[in-house]
């Protein structure tokens, strides 16, 4: 079967990318499974409700996210209303959402996919090994299918978990720098491995900020207003081929295409 994730989501420009091309690329690579980071699909910060059922509406079937998915007050309530949005799973268990979620593929294999944050450079939450390693547990036997979303910022800390789990999920796969990399891999028990699959949305700009507001803040070190930029829009991610039977990674691919608004 195979597995297609979108790398982070930036903005409007991002949003339309996927409205112009995600299905015919879902049909055409017949793909089993899709999961989308969202965590800035809101003006390049947050999600709210009506955006999250667009994407979930062109064939995602589940919204993985970070940090800034507490950017917009009203995802607080859809995460009661929609299972298929998830925040970090180490986040407290006092907080909104969760970070796992069970289903079923097109072709009819269950699968789970976790999320998990980082904690190097970044909010200072539960351990990701440690919840993720709970998580494991209680879904047992079951799901042979498991993908990770491993939102982070040091990739030694990503590469940890990808080694961790190895041979105990079928992809880890990191977001949150919106920096593609080219480590994409089969560890050696089984699970596919990249430190980040890269953003879709504007890469005329610096992490899909506009160049121009972004290079006086590191000169002059004084706070600015982020604004999305708007050219050259691409959709980048992953590919992952998995063993339904037993669970573990054939094969990944990056993917990456420019795109026309």
């Not at 991002?14 to 965590?39: F, K, M, T, V, Y």
Request: net charge negative.
């Amino acid at each position: 079967m195979r597995i297609f994730f979108v790398g982070d989501i930036v903005g409007r420009p991002g949003r339309e990318a996927l409205e112009h091309n995600l299905p015919q690329i879902l049909q055409s690579r017949g793909i089993d499974l899709c999961i989308a980071n969202a965590e800035n699909v809101a003006a390049g910060n947050g999600i709210t409700p009506r955006l999250g059922e667009e994407l979930l509406g062109l064939g995602i079937d589940v919204l993985t996210s970070g940090n800034h998915i507490w950017d917009k007050k009203e995802v607080l309530a859809y995460f009661d209303q929609q299972p298929r949005l998830l925040r970090p799973a180490n986040y407290p268990p006092t907080a909104p959402g969760k970070g796992l979620y069970t289903g079923t593929t097109r072709s009819g294999h269950p699968f789970a996919v976790i999320n998990l944050q980082g904690r190097v450079f970044m909010p200072s939450i539960d351990c990701p090994f440690r919840v993720g390693e709970e998580l494991l547990v209680q879904l047992g036997d079951t799901f042979k299918i498991i993908f990770v979303d491993c939102h982070a910022e040091a990739t030694a800390e990503k590469q940890a978990v990808g080694w961790y789990f190895d041979g105990r999920v079928s992809a880890i796969v990191g977001t949150h720098t919106h920096v593609v990399t080219a480590d994409e891999r089969v560890l050696p028990k089984g699970t596919a491995y990249i430190s980040d699959a890269g953003m879709t949305g504007p890469h005329d700009s610096i992490i899909g900020v506009k160049k121009e507001i972004i290079l006086p803040k590191f000169i002059n070190q004084l706070p600015v207003r982020f604004e999305t930029a708007t050219n050259d829009v691409q959709i980048n991610g992953v590919e992952i081929e998995v063993d339904e039977t037993t669970g573990r990674a054939l094969s990944i691919q990056r993917f990456s295409r420019k795109v026309q608004l």
